[in-house]
């Protein structure tokens, strides 16, 4: 029977040349394993919809065009970005600072971080042969995902960052990624999180760029909490209206790891925000919650894959979508839980208001169960915003929009109160009021 | 928490060696030779006498399948189905019985053995005589009998093979054959076009509430074959028609191929009510022998106010590969999908529904039990779908997941996908969200949290299963009890 075979499209092609004209530059570094990643993505090509973890978001499709990796900018150029750069802006912390992807050392607290916590620009680490390197990547699933191994092949900058045992910074680590330019260009950085035994630590990670500037950010988050450690992380997108951002985060917990994670995303043309988690430590506490507003023309995809494999897991996972105009909101959520995961209590929820007609919301909950021990749920929802909830309030003397407003500020709440910062939870809250002002 | 070992027990009491329809029956066949070419396709159009023109789409259909790719989306694995290595058509020797005493008497035998009754008058006689049911039974590739039909006729009810049916309403054959499941829709739906056998043909003309249930009961019998049957049901405007299907298979040690397709359509103010209990032999606890049940099935709502409903109680089969839909073309059109579905030993199911909202004010609700014993694995996988134009579309849907002993698995893969802002679409997975107002006026009244549990679902699963004609009700009485503690999504 016959067999079809995809013929090779533009970009990758082109992707294929700027890895060879590439590899020169590239650093030493076998420890990322650069070449296989490039095998593999040779192998699979960019995914298309055939691909059912990619079924509502056709990577071969959007991506027409193979953009260069971009330049590490001029000391001045990245001043200007940095200047006006706006997420997690106003809270104290120790910040580490990436324009178009690559570390500005100059821009950033190398030193005079909060005690216990060190940072190593990723590039020293390769030359070192930095035995932390062999932490990346620690989920076995996310080096079978194209982006996340595109993201290995083309590896730029970031840095490896580690937390010694017992040690609690007050303070948070901001990580500002601030993309600038004219031309077509894409990333590639790499973040290495190290949470040694009973340490704490809080992260944000803030993404933006010009509006109308064709870019493709494609950012790696590795983790590794140890044991009863805790790792905080907020998230938000809000790149220029014309990129496609591609995100992988990969955690692994040890046992009573706890994770706490959020993602709000306004920006990009396309969005593809990706979590893995391999949940392989005894009595592990995971939230994982997302926020997404899109306006027309935006597709912003939230895929997550919680792979329990120890007993008595507990995973919270929630996401919120809110569409206005012609919009595609995709969640596609997997819990798996093996055998040995026992007592595992793990409930993902998925909701959606679509504000308008043109919108449509893709929900794909999945659940795979091998333990007979467990109590598991998922739910999805999706409509538009309750009518008898607006006549409450503006029976109460409130402007229809204002009630509406009100509606979905409490809907998109509900994914963010959980986030333990309070700086953090603020700023959150910030980002959806500032959705719903430009909304109008 | 874990599933009670009530629950278990019961389980246990369906087990697979306790598979009753195991037996064989000897008996003369005459087949088409071993394999599928174009000249099997002949030879199969020619023991049917069939028109040129169901032959050219036979053939059409059988040209595209050999361009068609195997589907390998579903979360079971089995060996390959060597299609060059069954016979594609066998039907008892003695020559087509005008009636009941001309049918060959081990025919018979079998189906008194399997508790169908053909005979009209032990119907008659029986203990219900109210609660009559018309029956088509099929053996193998033919239809031996069709009771009641005279009865039926009366009404304006068709009710025949479908071979007869291509001679005796060809216009109708023609006009509906493959307007819901088109020849190009699938791997085995394309297969069973090419060679599908025999299967019933309902239809059931305006406004008429047909007198009595319709069933059919497919038997495999012959060793190597595949099963193709083809079920065309056609409700006209305002009428209404409850159908049940039944099926068995002797025990064997090799795998059997069943690749049906069912097409309802359901006109204006038309009601179809489809009820299975599958019940294929599932092969050993070892996985060896059983059916592959490649089954498409799929209704059409084409009219405005029409409603289609699925009900299934699945136990048998190997390999489940079967997603009865609902296309909900009418304005405030209705489909309805209640499953449940047992897996023990080696069995795999995946299963399912897809309820597609194109029409106005559209509604559906999917409820769906399944349960694994042993080391299977069972899935259910649904999608649910509102087209820009189905303004005010809702749906409702809940999937539980029991699972019993740590060597099975258990498994969800819901498609929610809404294209307009007026449908509501609810999904849910979880016992915790049966109600908790239910739970607390039951705690209220003094129930422990356990009892006021099992008080609701078994309220609920009943709810379901009320859904089952009550010929079927029995075999699937076994199920009722069976409670959903330790449910997960």
Redesign the interface.
């Known amino acids: 029977?016959?067999e079809v075979k995809n013929l090779r499209t533009g970009a990758e092609t082109g992707l294929s040349a700027l890895f060879e004209s590439g590899r020169k530059s590239f650093a030493a570094e076998e420890a990322i394993g650069r070449e296989e990643a490039f095998k593999f993505f040779e192998a699979t090509g960019l995914p298309s919809r055939r691909v059912?973890a990619f079924k509502y978001t056709d990577l071969r499709a959007a991506i027409t065009d193979a953009a260069p990796p971009a330049e590490a900018p001029s000391a001045e150029a990245a001043r200007t970005a940095v200047a006006v750069a706006k997420g997690f802006a106003t809270i104290e912390a120790a910040r580490l600072t990436f324009v178009n992807g690559h570390l500005v050392r100059a821009l950033s607290d190398l030193s005079g971080l909060p005690e216990g916590v060190t940072v190593t620009p990723i590039n020293d680490a390769m030359g070192k042969g930095d035995a932390r390197l062999k932490r990346l990547a620690p989920v076995e699933q996310a080096r079978e995902n194209a982006i996340y191994q595109l993201n290995t092949a083309f590896l730029a900058d970031g840095v490896l960052i580690g937390v010694t045992a017992g040690a609690k910074p007050d303070l948070p680590l901001h990580m500002r990624f601030v993309n600038t330019g004219s031309e077509p260009f894409s990333t590639a950085t790499r973040v290495l999180v190290d949470l040694a035994d009973g340490a704490e630590l809080s992260v944000l990670e803030s993404h933006e760029g010009p509006d109308g500037l064709t870019y493709q950010p494609n950012d790696a988050l590795d983790v590794h909490i140890g044991k009863g450690s805790v790792f905080r992380h907020s998230r938000t997108n809000t790149e220029g209206s014309a990129a496609v951002a591609l995100s992988t985060i990969s955690v692994k917990l040890d046992d009573e790891a706890e994770l706490e994670t959020v993602a709000v995303v306004t920006g990009a043309v396309l969005s593809r925000h990706q979590i893995f988690l391999n949940i392989a430590g005894e009595n592990t506490k995971v939230v994982v919650n997302g926020a997404a507003m899109l306006r027309d023309g935006q597709l912003a995809d939230s895929t997550l894959l919680a792979d329990h494999a120890a007993v008595g897991g507990v995973g919270r996972e929630q996401f919120k979508t809110v569409i206005d105009g012609n919009a595609t909101g995709v969640f596609q959520g997997k819990i798996i839980?093996r055998?040995a995961a026992?007592q595992t209590d793990g409930?993902m929820k998925s909701d959606?208001l679509?504000?308008?007609?043109e919108?449509?919301?893709?929900?794909?909950?999945?659940?795979?169960?091998?333990?007979?021990?467990?109590?598991?749920?998922?739910?999805?929802?999706?409509?538009?915003p309750d009518e008898d909830l607006l006549f409450y309030l503006m029976a109460r003397g409130l402007p229809r929009p204002l009630a509406q407003s009100l509606l979905v500020q409490a809907f998109l709440g509900e994914a963010i109160e959980t986030v333990t910062h309070e700086g953090a939870r603020e700023a959150l809250i910030g980002e959806i009021d500032a959705w719903l002002h430009a909304r109008g | 928490?874990?599933?009670v070992q009530e629950t278990i027990d019961r389980v246990r009491s369906i087990d697979l060696d306790q598979y009753k329809y195991g037996f064989e029956t000897t008996i003369e066949m005459e087949k088409s030779e071993k394999g599928i070419s174009e000249d099997v396709v002949r030879f199969i159009s020619a023991k049917k006498n069939e028109p040129e023109w169901l032959l050219e789409w036979r053939l059409d259909a059988y040209r595209r399948w050999?361009?068609?790719?195997e589907p390998e989306?579903a979360r079971v694995s089995y060996d390959k189905v060597d299609y060059n290595d069954i016979y594609y058509y066998a039907a008892p020797k003695r020559p087509a019985a005008m009636s009941l005493d001309e049918i060959d008497p081990e025919i018979l035998k079998t189906y008194e053995k399997l508790g169908i009754p053909l005979r009209e008058v032990e119907v008659l006689e029986g203990i219900a005589p109210e609660r009559r049911v018309a029956v088509d039974a099929v053996f193998d590739s033919v239809s031996v009998a069709t009771t009641f039909k005279k009865e039926l006729e009366k009404a304006g009810v068709i009710f025949m093979p479908i071979s007869e049916a291509v001679r005796e309403h060809p216009e109708l054959v023609k006009k509906y054959l493959c307007s819901v499941v088109p020849a190009t829709d699938n791997f085995f739906a394309t297969l069973n076009t090419a060679v599908f056998s025999d299967g019933s043909f309902v239809y059931i003309p305006p406004g008429v509430r047909c007198p009595m249930e319709l069933s059919t009961y497919f038997r495999i019998n012959e060793r190597d074959t595949g099963q193709f049957e083809r079920t065309l049901i056609i409700a006209d405007k305002g009428s209404y028609v409850s159908y049940l299907e039944g099926c068995t298979a002797p025990k064997r040690d090799d795998n059997q191929l069943h690749a049906a397709v069912v097409e309802l359509v359901a006109l204006d103010d038309a009601e179809i009510k489809y009820s299975t209990v599958q019940n294929w032999y599932p092969g050993d606890n070892d996985g060896k022998g059983g059916i592959y049940n490649f089954v498409t099935k799929r209704g059409d709502c084409r009219g405005d106010r029409s409603k289609i409903s699925w009900t299934q109680v699945e136990t048998g089969s190997a390999i489940t590969w079967k997603y009865p839909s609902c296309i909900l073309r009418g304005d405030d059109s209705r489909g309805e999908f209640y499953s449940i579905a047992v897996s023990n030993g080696m069995q795999q199911v995946d299963s399912g529904t897809k309820m597609i909202h194109l029409g106005k004010n559209t509604t559906s609700r999917i409820i769906s039990k399944g349960i694994s014993a042993g080391r299977s694995q069972n899935t259910y996988r649904g999608l649910v779908s509102a087209h820009?134009k189905a303004k005010g579309a809702r749906n409702f849907t809940n999937c539980d997941?029991l699972?019993?002993?740590?060597?099975?698995?258990?498994?969800?893969?819901?498609?929610?996908?809404?294209?307009?802002?007026?449908?509501?679409?609810?999904?849910?997975?979880?016992?915790?969200?049966i109600s908790e107002d239910q739970k607390f006026y039951c705690l209220q009244r003094g129930l422990s949290e356990e009892e006021a549990t099992a008080l609701i679902v078994n309220g609920f699963v009943r709810d379901v299963l009320q859904q089952l004609p009550m010929e079927f009700a029995v075999e699937a009485q076994k199920l009722i009890s069976i409670s959903l503690e330790?449910s997960?999504?």
């Open positions: 029977m016959a059912e839980v055998q026992q409930k959606c679509l504000l308008t007609d919108g449509q919301m893709m929900n794909k909950p999945e659940l795979e169960i091998f333990a007979d021990d467990v109590a598991c749920g998922h739910g999805a929802t999706c409509g538009a | 928490m874990p599933a050999l361009t068609m790719k989306w820009k997941s699972l019993i002993g740590d060597q099975c698995g258990a498994h969800t893969v819901p498609y929610i996908e809404s294209k307009n802002a007026s449908a509501v679409f609810e999904h849910e997975a979880t016992t915790s969200k330790g997960v999504g």
